[in-house]
T-cell receptor
Framework: RKEVEQDPGPFNVPEGATVAFNCTYSNSASQSFFWYRQDCRKEPKLLMSVYSSGNEDGRFTAQLNRASQYISLLIRDSKLSDSATYLCVVISTGTASKLTFGTGTRLQVTL | EPEVTQTPSHQVTQMGQEVILRCVPISNHLYFYWYRQILGQKVEFLVSFYNNEISEKSEIFDDQFSVERPDGSNFTLKIRSTKLEDSAMYFC????????????FGDGTRLSIL
């Protein structure tokens, strides 16, 4: 089983739509969670950290379900500029610094 | 906003040659990392570095790889004898602290081995 698993997509949505991505992780000792976005052939950029109580940043909402070991990202009112690959990223206990990446979910927002 | 910078942006090298990739982490950050991404694949951890020593490394980071902080600002990744399969994007990252602290990535060096 992959350490961090994501649906690769692509998700094709019209501008203004709401879209949600899920991610599952296999290590129950995982302690920190993030969503990064990556544009084609660019570096990963931090989108948001994911907290146990869930958190929101503008149009983006992240949720964590430790019991089921999954993380979600909700994007409301999608913009063309949201088109990118969204990377689910986990740090596990005992690996103080290593980021483990999912393969990413590709989002394409269209007119 | 402070950023991680990497040079060169693209490096083309003959197989078997040594290559050094350079990074300048964010100035007040203490933890430094190298990741790589083979085209079409996920980002993979190579090594983390703190207090002038490696704190963690992956299976990919074998004897052909080494890291160094030669001065107060640069952080380098050396590949001693490159192989075709070393062709990838190499990302440097840094963070203020370890653990739950987010890591900030440079824009990468594309390494092409011929």
């Amino acid at each position: 089983r992959k350490e961090v698993e994501q649906d690769p997509g692509p998700f094709n949505v019209p501008e203004g739509a709401t879209v949600a991505f899920n991610c599952t992780y296999s290590n129950s000792a995982s302690q920190s969670f993030f969503w990064y976005r990556q544009d084609c052939r660019k570096e990963p950029k931090l989108l948001m950290s994911v907290y146990s109580s869930g958190n929101e940043d503008g149009r983006f909402t992240a949720q964590l379900n430790r019991a089921s070991q999954y993380i979600s990202l909700l994007i409301r009112d999608s913009k063309l500029s949201d088109s990118a690959t969204y990377l689910c990223v986990v740090i596990s206990t005992g690996t103080a610094s290593k980021l483990t990446f999912g393969t990413g979910t590709r989002l394409q927002v269209t007119l | 906003e402070p950023e991680v910078t990497q040079t060169p942006s693209h490096q083309v090298t003959q197989m078997g040659q040594e290559v050094i990739l350079r990074c300048v982490p964010i100035s007040n950050h203490l933890y430094f990392y190298w990741y790589r991404q083979i085209l079409g694949q996920k980002v993979e951890f190579l090594v983390s570095f703190y207090n002038n020593e490696i704190s963690e490394k992956s299976e990919i980071f074998d004897d052909q790889f080494s890291v160094e902080r030669p001065d107060g600002s640069n952080f380098t990744l050396k590949i001693r004898s490159t192989k075709l399969e070393d062709s990838a994007m190499y990302f440097c990252a840094s963070s203020e602290r370890a653990g739950s602290q987010p890591q900030h990535f440079g824009d990468g060096t594309r390494l092409s081995i011929l």
